[in-house]
């Protein structure tokens, strides 16, 4: 689904990732759950791209339904995968500490985890071989992908900042829908490792210039980070 120029969304609220899109390739954020890999190819379909076109694809952290499609499009494409050295180990092995799930309901709960079914999610391909990458990084991708790293929900979560689509890409640094009740509104993400530690790291969003800030689950937040920063911080 097209956002805007250059800015594309694979998925739906429950699970999402990102297509930038400019004339010297394509950097994806992000890649869902395994079965996303159709959403993909719809999608540039839908612009008359090929899968060459994709330079490099940039995992906000290692958890299993942000690194879906990754591991088949490294395999079958030969498109390099980039996430913070923090977050490696868990991007290549599953390997995860235990978290409270805190609140949920159970209509929105089921309605996740068929979802991630339907999606393959149950089944993840991990990823073998990872380019670590550190906060303040810019990379050598379309869109020159500005990388922030956000720990708290993992230790090696990031956001990712693109100026040509507008947009920070925040991972689950935060959610607009709660994925356990389906509670909408900005919210602090669940499963996260160190609560404490992923709300001060929201402060980091603050000052970036974007017009889209972009979580992994929950609608697309049209408007300020500083501003969505504020509303979490007044949930």
Known sequence: MKLAPHL??????????????????????????????DDLRRELDAIG???SDIRGLV???GDSDHIGFAERLRQEVGVPVFIHSGDAHRARTGEKPKTPMGPARLAPTLGFFAY?????????????D??????????????????????????GSIAVHIPVADAVFVGDALTTRHVLTGREGAQPAPFTDNPDEALASLDRLSGIPASWVLPG???????????LVAAVRSD
């Open 49 to 51: 791209r090929p899968l």
């Open 116 to 128: 991630a079914l339907r999606k393959n999610g149950l089944r993840p391909r991990y990823v073998q």
């Open 8 to 37: 594309h969304r694979l998925g739906n609220d429950i699970v999402a990732s990102y297509l930038v899109d400019v004339p010297e390739g394509i950097t994806l954020i992000d890649a869902g759950l395994p079965g996303h890999w």
């Open 217 to 227: 689950h929950g609608a697309p937040w049209r408007g300020s980070p500083a501003d």
């Open 59 to 61: 995992l906000t952290h």
């Open 130 to 155: 990872v380019v670590e990458i550190a906060d303040g990084d810019v990379l050598d991708l379309p869109g020159s992908p500005v990388i922030l790293g956000m720990p708290g929900h993992s230790p």
